[in-house]
């Protein structure tokens, strides 16, 4: 933990997302800025991160002078230029909309030095199209939490043709150390991968829901008690594996 204290990791959107984000960060040592256009969701924002940790008070051992500590790492600004002042990460969490993140990107690269990556979380838009007007786009990617990041374990990875070597292998060596597995998505793709796992599953609950083999109910009952037991533990392809040859 005490090796990361100096971090400083920079949120830009303070929503879900952002405040999930902090919470990860701050359980593991880092300090955390969050911008966010509107500045009244830092009540909303330091209420969940409150209620997150509620989760960890056991497992992380916390006390109330561990959590004070906590939570004297986090900061909010109204202003991004402060915000990302000293940051040695930048991850953005911003509403779904292109538009807005082309512009919140290029904001950003213009008020960090230029090697400060620049990841952004959503959950859809290749980073080539995000960083179109960012200055030197090569440290920008994708970064895919799970919702929320800190009980999903993961995140994905997915660089552009241009995204540099260094910016990954920065972004990998982060997530490991707030212990999430870093999935590398190989190039770009609309969706990504989790989102495409979970919708092709979705696709045939609603045709057999549609062709009346089963109902919702039970399609749900046998996810959170057989498939989802069983991939916990096991993924599809090692569940191949297992199965008799021939
Ligand atoms: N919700 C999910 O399940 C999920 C999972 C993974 C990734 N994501 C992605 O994370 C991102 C954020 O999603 P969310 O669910 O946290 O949304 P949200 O609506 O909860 O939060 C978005 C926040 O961004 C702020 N904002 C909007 N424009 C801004 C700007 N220009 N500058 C600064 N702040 C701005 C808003 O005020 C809001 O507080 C999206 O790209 C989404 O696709 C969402």
């Given amino acids: 933990m005490i090796k990361n204290s100096k971090k400083l990791i920079t949120i830009v959107g303070g929503g879900n997302i952002g405040s999930s984000w902090a919470l990860v960060f701050l359980l593991h040592g880092y300090r955390v800025s969050i911008y966010d256009k509107n500045y009244e969701v830092q009540s909303k924002s330091k209420k969940s991160i ?9 497992s992380n051992n916390l006390d109330s002078k561990k959590i004070k500590n906590i939570l004297s790492r986090i900061n909010y600004f109204k202003d991004l230029k402060e915000a990302l002042y000293d940051t040695k990460y930048v991850i953005e969490a911003i509403n779904e909309n292109l538009k807005d993140k082309i512009n919140v990107f290029k904001d950003i690269s213009q008020n960090v030095d230029k090697d400060i990556v620049i990841a952004s979380s959503s959950s859809f838009i290749p980073i080539s199209k995000i960083s179109e007007k960012t200055i030197n786009k090569c440290r920008c990617l994708n970064l895919h939490p799970g919702n929320p990041p800190y009980l999903l374990k993961f995140a994905e990875i997915v660089p552009s043709t241009y995204t540099s070597k260094k910016a990954l292998d920065q972004t990998k060596s982060l997530l490991k150390s707030i212990k999430l ?25 609603y045709s057999l829901i549609n062709d009346d083999i089963v109902s919702a109910s039970d399609i749900d009952l046998l996810v959170t008690n057989g498939l989802g037991l069983r991939w916990a533990v096991l993924g599809p392809f090692e569940t191949i594996d297992l199965n008799t040859k021939g």
């Fill in 50 to 58: 409150k209620r997150g940790l509620n989760l960890f008070t056991e």
């Fill in 181 to 205: 597995h870093p999935i590398i998505l190989k190039k770009e793709i609309d969706g990504f991968v989790f989102n495409r796992l979970q919708g092709a599953l979705l696709k045939e609950a």
